[in-house]
């Protein structure tokens, strides 16, 4: 098959002076429109933009904004509770607080995920143990993962990444023999699903995000889900200042039941909810869109497409590719550049491993001796090395892009891979004009 081939009176590579496949900067992702708006207008005439107060009573829930988002999640989600906060990362902290985590504990996390995947266990005492990915769809490695479990091991942070489930059912299946628990951070992957099973849904509670970037949005926002009564109960405590709770409701459990403001407004969870029961709507473009690119794509060889596994389904936050540096005769990070300057976002790499952080390099979070790490009585490892597959991928072989979104059209598909296609072909320029550069 052949890469889709775009008029240009002018074939030079962009980085090189010429004429870019894509001259005008690509729309934003936006899909807010008026059903948001009216959502918002009744909260703005009820007046009331916030239904929460630390009060022993219904308003310790959040009122009927709250309670009627909440809802709907369980109903798609098929979940006995949700919880609505300000945003995944307090929702994960949220949920690692119902699991009893405290100093000495650890959990084990993939390196290869934004910040709060691990600041979340840091933020109870516990610390993260990190493990190594699968390097076809970048989730946990189970093998890796069960290397890793120490008598000090509580649970395991699953994320199911860049819109595709990690291996679930495998992780579960480990949890259950260890004794640990599974959360699941699915702030990429709402709706993506495993063995005709929701994301988010397998493990003992999943988060979900709605901020700005993600597929559905409310500005900020998250979601604890969960199945467990406890968990639920613990999640909504740290949510709303539970501390000053917990007598008047008669809880005997207080354990890291002290609290935050992790609350929701009304106004967020009106737009939460308009764009969450039309997640399946704004996810389908994205599918359709990734379809395309990955057709395109097989005209291009030195580029792996994103893989899906036979029992899994994807909904595309990013679209994320294996680049063969070796057998496409150019750098990927100097290809990325190139396909950059041709007007398409390509970026080489995701995040650097998160042990190489100076967080955990150095070992320092919370005041000046080291805690919550000089509360962990080691080893520890932070090395790096320790997680090959991951530093392989951030460094050499991972490129990806966000630009599979509405209202991008197919024809801007073709043009992304015309554009992939026109750097390949003129790489030994790029190559020889770069080494001058740099020369
Ligand atoms: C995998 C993952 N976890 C957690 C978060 C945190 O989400 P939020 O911005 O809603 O706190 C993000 C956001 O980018 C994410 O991608």
Redesign the pocket.
């Known amino acids: 098959m052949k890469a889709p081939t775009i008029a240009v009176s002018d074939d030079k590579p962009a980085l090189l002076g010429g004429k870019p496949v894509n001259p005008s900067p690509l729309p934003r992702y936006n899909m807010i429109g008026a059903e948001e708006k009216k959502a918002v207008l009744e909260v703005l005439d009820g007046g009331e933009l916030s239904g929460f107060a630390a009060q022993p009573n219904a308003d310790h829930l959040g009122g009927k904004f709250i309670l009627a988002f909440e809802a709907d999640v369980c109903a798609k989600f098929g979940v006995k509770h949700a919880i609505a906060v300000n945003?995944?990362?307090t929702g994960?902290h949220a949920a690692a607080m119902a699991m009893d985590l405290g100093p000495g504990d650890e959990v084990v996390v993939p390196p290869y995920?934004?910040a709060?995947?691990a600041t979340a266990i840091l933020y109870t005492g516990a610390v993260p143990v990190f493990a190594d990915i699968d390097d076809q769809i970048f989730c946990l490695d189970p093998r890796s993962v069960e290397a890793r479990i120490t008598p000090r091991t509580k649970g395991i942070m699953a994320?199911n990444?860049y819109g595709h489930p990690a291996p679930l059912f495998e992780l579960k299946r480990i949890a259950e023999r260890h004794r640990l628990f599974l959360v699941e951070?699915n702030?990429?992957s709402p709706l993506a699903t495993l063995g005709g099973r929701y994301a988010g849904t397998i493990g003992d509670a999943g988060v979900l995000?709605?901020?700005r970037?993600k597929t559905m949005q409310c500005g900020?926002?998250?979601v604890v889900i969960t199945n467990d009564d406890r968990i639920a109960r613990k999640a909504r405590l740290v949510r709303n200042h539970g501390e000053v709770l917990v007598r008047a409701l008669g809880i005997d459990d207080i354990v890291n039941a002290v609290g935050m403001n992790y609350r929701m407004t009304n106004m967020e969870a009106a737009v939460a909810r308009v764009q969450f029961n039309k997640l399946e709507s704004l996810n389908a473009p994205r599918v359709r869109l990734a379809d395309r690119l990955r057709q395109g794509l097989q005209a291009l060889p030195v580029i792996t497409p994103p893989v899906v596994k036979p029992d899994a389904t994807h909904v595309y936050y990013f679209f994320v590719m294996k680049f063969d540096e070796k057998a496409a005769g150019i750098s990927r990070d100097l290809f990325a550049k190139a396909v950059r300057a041709e007007g398409f976002p390509l970026i080489a790499g995701y995040v650097r491993p998160l042990y190489l952080e100076p967080l955990y390099q150095r070992r320092i979070a919370f005041g000046k001796n080291g805690f919550p790490f000089s509360a962990h009585p080691g080893p520890l490892d932070y090395s790096p090395g320790i997680c090959p597959v991951v530093e392989r991928l951030q460094d050499h072989d991972l490129i990806w892009t966000g630009a599979i979104y509405p209202p991008l059209t197919d024809a801007d598909a073709d043009r992304f891979v015309a554009a992939m296609d026109k750097v390949l072909r003129h790489r030994d320029a790029l190559v020889r004009a770069n080494a001058g550069l740099a020369g």
Do not use: K
């Open positions: 945003s995944a990362t994960l995920t934004m709060a995947s994320v990444l951070d702030a990429q995000s709605l901020n970037h900020e926002g998250g």
